[in-house]
């Protein structure tokens, strides 16, 4: 075999994946292979020869190339989970333990916490039958009720069973699963028990409990049986598919789009698969998520909700009358609905058109009173007038708390808008308080994960580094990039760029942030050792996959907030590409924040006024950095001097941006073109001040902010 240019392992390491996924396990192994002859030192080749190894029954092969992958990454808990599973499979108790007391050196306290609950000391073994002492005959009767879906005669039968054959583990999981399905939850809950208790190795209770726990909204308790489940059965992609849920029930989607690649090498195929890959890949923003919904509705999978989640795709793909259109037929299927007039109000409303998205809104509460997310809309619609009796309606409904969390989050947003825009200034925080606060319980904040991210991306970013890639890049791309901290104005400023004639405006387009980190984490695993990047053929990308997307525009925007983490990593790939940062008074940014509903599970400072003032020291830090290594790779528009100075300030930017002056740009709220984001409504207005000095109002509301951004050090 012909040694391979490092550079090229990454395309290697994707090729090899896709191999695998698509089952030609030779060329992936070969592919696998290439990459440890040219770079041994690459721990995620070893790791999927490893699992390749497993899945053809070479268990001293596997063991291993997981030696090798742990030896080079041992804080990766993932190489212990398989280490660990590989030992079990085989029956090794002995070689797991040893395994996890190994791990609990290399790994944090929560890692460590559930390789342990992977091998929990159980009465019964591996290789039991869970239909010990029960004849065939009786196996057959009862698992054909549960087919038939007959679920009540399958609950009694299988109660009877398990009562005479009190060895077998079978009855009373059937049992379970039948409760379940008839909705008798305390009955079902004593049956897993009881097959548990039965038999406490058996895979398929652990995974059906995980599952049902999993639908009860009980993550904790669902982790720890699908987790139990994937050691026990190892080559199973089924709990492997439940954790998945689970991650993208968190809000956790890098995590569940690893665990759905995971499954799908281990043999998991078909439209489950296929709705999991679409509904995750929607939200990582990758370009395949609707193909694999295409396909999950079209197997007839998933019903009302896939088909409502293929429609929000497809407008986010560009195709919004067909978004439209499956929109019609759900209603046509479904007319009581009221989340296809939410889905269609929000497409009008990026649309520019308020009047025909409020009466869809209207609609869609006199189908469902209690669907927070419509007065989330309605509120953000408008400007909301003391005398609407829109206010009193919500209000009452989110006292009555009979709403489920996510709903009655956004209803207390609805209301805290309804405040602020009636002058009851008094009361915004009450419902904003209470709305975050249940954020910040569902989706927690790690800080100290995004500190280490950005000392990262400044520590790897060396003189050395930009003295050999400057000016390799890709010089036809000349992307307007625009970020900043969300609600600072990043919005208005592409709306002001977007007016211009030769400009089209990309919006937020997600594409480079994921490149750029994981660049930088190879860096990071490279240690010392040099490591050769193909900038130019990172640009040549991502301008390629942004001119397709806006065929014949010659220069397109790009507001992706998180370009300003890797702005000289940016300009390497890119030199002529223009990147305009924008700032604002961070006592007002961080009020927009707080007061702003952001898709669960993202951006999860928000929830916190305290996080939201180290978050926006981290950015300063940032920022700061960039200027200090590279002063003139990007221009910082103030939203006050904007406001102040409307002409003055966009005559510097377009400068900046190398585009010649238009009366347009001046005249942006006339500017038609779509807005996906919370600013929709304000771009579609003049200038206006009444923004700015507006966290005045909340003063006595923002101190845990102001307390913490006055004493937080540099980070």
Not at 210 to 222: M, N
Not at 412 to 437: C, I, P, S
Not at 451 to 462: C, I, P
Not at 555 to 584: C, E, F, Q, W
């Amino acid at each position: 075999m012909l040694p391979i240019n490092p550079a090229r392992i990454p395309e290697i390491m994707r090729r090899a994946k896709e191999a695998e996924a698509a089952g030609r396990v030779g060329d992936a192994e070969r592919l696998y292979r290439s990459v440890v002859a040219a770079r041994p030192e690459e721990a995620g080749a070893w790791f999927s020869l490893a699992a390749l190894a497993a899945r053809r029954g070479d268990r001293g092969a596997a063991e291993e190339a997981l030696e090798k992958a742990a030896a080079l990454r041992p804080g990766e808990p993932a190489i212990w989970r398989a280490m660990i599973s590989l030992a079990l499979g085989a029956g090794d108790r002995a070689k797991a333990e040893a395994a996890l007391a190994r791990a609990r050196k290399a790994v944090d306290g929560r890692a460590a916490s559930a390789l342990a609950a992977m091998i929990a000391p159980s009465a019964g073994g591996p290789t039991r039958s869970p239909a010990e002492g029960a004849p065939k005959s009786a196996v057959r009767k009862v698992l054909d009720l549960a087919g038939r879906r007959d679920f009540r005669a399958a609950a009694a039968e299988a109660a009877a069973l398990s009562a005479r054959y009190p060895a077998a583990a079978l009855f009373p999981l059937v049992e379970a699963t039948a409760a379940a399905e008839l909705g008798r939850h305390d009955a079902a809950e004593r049956a897993f028990h009881e097959a548990l208790r039965r038999f406490p190795d058996y895979p398929e209770a652990h995974a059906r409990f995980g599952e049902y726990l999993l639908a009860r909204g009980r993550r904790d308790e669902a982790r720890r049986h699908l987790e139990r489940a994937r050691a026990l059965s190892p080559s199973a992609p089924g709990p492997l598919l439940a954790l998945a849920r689970l991650e993208h029930a968190a809000g956790r989607e890098d995590d569940a789009w690893t665990l759905l690649e995971e499954a799908a090498a281990k043999g998991a195929k078909g439209p489950e698969l296929d709705l999991l890959r679409g509904l995750v890949g929607s939200r990582l923003g990758r370009d395949s998520a609707l193909r694999y919904l295409r396909r999950a509705v079209g197997a007839g999978f998933g019903g009302l909700d896939a088909r409502l989640e293929l429609a929000y795709a497809l407008d986010r793909g560009g195709e919004t009358d067909a978004a439209l259109a499956e929109l019609a037929r759900i209603e046509s299927d479904a007319p009581a609905r009221a989340d296809v007039n939410a889905v269609r109000a929000r497409i009008l409303m990026s649309l520019g058109r308020f009047d025909e998205a409020l009466d869809q809104l209207r609609a869609g509460m006199e189908k469902e009173p209690t669907l927070g997310s419509l007065y989330y809309s309605y509120a953000t619609a408008r400007k909301i007038r003391s005398d609407d009796p829109m206010i009193e309606r919500m209000a009452d409904l989110f006292e009555a708390g009979s709403m489920p969390e996510l709903e009655r989050v956004s209803l207390g947003y609805a209301l805290a808008k309804a405040m602020e825009d009636t002058g009851q200034h008094d009361r915004v925080f009450t419902y904003l308080n209470a709305a975050n606060e249940t954020l910040s319980r569902l989706y927690p904040y790690d800080f100290e994960a995004d500190r280490a991210e950005a000392e990262r991306v400044r520590r790897h970013f060396t003189p050395a580094l930009r003295r050999r890639y400057e000016g390799a890049g890709a010089a036809e791309a000349r992307p307007i990039f625009v970020t900043g901290l969300p609600r600072s104005g990043t919005t208005l400023v592409e709306q002001i760029l977007s007016s211009h004639s030769t400009v089209a405006a990309g919006g937020e387009v997600g594409k480079l942030s994921p490149v750029m980190r994981d660049l930088v984490r190879t860096l990071d695993k490279a240690g010392d050792r040099p490591v050769d990047i193909d900038f130019a053929n990172i640009g040549r990308s991502y301008w390629a996959y942004l001119t397709a997307r806006h065929p014949g525009a010659h220069r397109i925007t790009d507001k992706s907030i998180a370009t300003y983490n890797h702005i000289g990593y940016v300009k390497l790939a890119m030199p002529n590409a223009r990147i305009i940062v924008v700032r604002r008074d961070p006592r007002d940014n961080a009020v927009s924040i707080y007061k702003n509903f952001f898709v669960p599970g993202q951006h999860r400072y928000a929830t916190s006024l305290r996080d939201i003032a180290r978050f926006q020291k981290l950015f300063d830090r940032q920022v700061a950095f960039w200027r200090e290594v590279w002063p003139d790779a990007f221009h910082e528009v103030h939203y006050e001097a904007l406001v102040a100075d409307p002409e003055g300030e966009v005559r510097k930017l377009l400068k900046a941006a190398d585009l010649e002056w238009e009366d347009a740009c001046l005249n942006f709220h006339q500017n038609r073109r779509r807005v996906d984001t919370l600013s929709v409504r304000q771009v579609r207005q003049p200038l206006y001040s009444s923004s700015v000095g507006a966290w005045t109002r909340y003063e006595k509301d923002m101190a845990p902010f102001l307390d913490e951004f006055a004493k937080t050090a540099r980070v």
